[in-house]
């Protein structure tokens, strides 16, 4: 079936950076949207950053300047450069893709990692 793995996860002092990497595997046609979401409470996720599969890029106000998200379409990969850092940027990171999987497109999300910004 078709996944997304997350890995990059860790801990990193106030400016710090981090790099996340999100790769779908599985009986995939092609792949639209992909992008990292981050939850913000128990039932809410805020979108931090997407890319399209032409490249155009979209931002979360807070991040915009501090991180960049890119794309291997080669691999199915998204990657999350995220630098400065800070102590609200702490929470659990989610793989987003919109996938074409036999006649079927939809979204799949990742398990998470966690991002922990701490002094």
């Known amino acids: 079936q078709v996944q997304l793995v997350e890995s990059g996860g860790g801990s990193v002092q106030p400016g710090g950076s981090l790099t996340l990497s999100c790769a779908a595997s599985?009986?995939?046609?092609?792949?639209?949207?992909m992008g990292w979401y981050r939850r913000i409470s128990d039932n809410q996720r805020e979108l931090v950053a997407d890319?399209?599969?032409?490249?155009?890029?979209n931002y979360a106000d807070s991040v915009k300047d501090r991180f960049t998200i890119s794309r291997d379409n080669a691999k199915n990969t998204i990657y999350l450069q995220m630098n400065s850092l800070k102590l609200e940027d702490t929470a659990v990171y989610f793989c987003?893709?919109?996938?074409?999987?036999?006649?079927?497109?939809?979204?799949?999300w990742g398990k998470g990692v966690l991002v922990t910004v701490s002094s």
């Open positions: 987003n893709a919109y996938i074409e999987a036999g006649l079927v497109q939809a979204p799949y």
């Open positions: 599985g009986p995939i046609r092609s792949v639209k949207t």
């Open positions: 890319i399209s599969n032409n490249g155009e890029t």
